[in-house]
């Protein structure tokens, strides 16, 4: 009888430049959601002055409710785990409805702003392909509870 770690193939390692472009692309997003979850709650970055109406009304709702405290914690606590290089494919997992939220924004309310979401959203799928082996399990069609 084969199980199923037997079925999966050994990945192949990388390239040392597909080691360091991940490394790089991981870095490089940790930071801006370090500078951008620090900002909800430090606002350092001042809002700028000539914002829609729509966007205005969507961002104070947003914030009365709390959504954008949560939002600003999940930020940071995923930029330090990219940062540290721990936990990533976690982050990652985190990241993703903060990346849809960022992109259905854009689309509904700001479209012209669109071009730093699809470059985050670039990044984050870059990433999961590079650690889509921890990611693995969790996408099979049928699993049983239990240890495994």
């Known amino acids: 009888m084969t199980d199923a ?8 390692p990388k390239s040392p430049a597909g080691c ?13 959601f ?3 979850g620090l ?6 970055m ?10 205005i009304v969507v961002t104070t709702g947003l914030m009365k409710g709390g959504y954008m405290t949560v939002v600003a ?3 940071v606590l995923v930029a330090i785990l990219l940062l540290i290089n721990r936990f990533v ?13 960022i992109l259905t924004f854009h689309i509904a309310i700001a479209l012209a702003s669109i071009v730093p979401g699809v470059v985050v959203l670039l990044m984050e799928l870059y990433l999961a392909w590079a650690y ?3 990611f693995r399990p969790m996408l099979q069609s049928k699993v049983s509870p239990g240890l495994n």
Not at 5 to 12: F, H, K, W
Not at 20 to 32: D, E, F, Q
Not at 39 to 44: A, K, R, T
């Open 132 to 134: 889509r082996g921890a």
């Open 46 to 55: 001042p809002a700028p002055k000539d914002l829609p109406p729509d966007v």
């Open 89 to 101: 494919p976690l982050a990652l997992a985190l990241l993703a409805p903060i990346v849809v939220g």
């Open 73 to 75: 914690g999940t930020e």
């Open 20 to 32: 360091i472009a991940t490394s790089i692309v991981r870095v490089l997003l940790g930071l801006l």
């Open 34 to 36: 370090l500078v951008f």
């Open 5 to 12: 770690a037997s079925l999966i193939s050994e990945p192949r």
């Open 39 to 44: 900002n909800g709650f430090l606002n350092f």
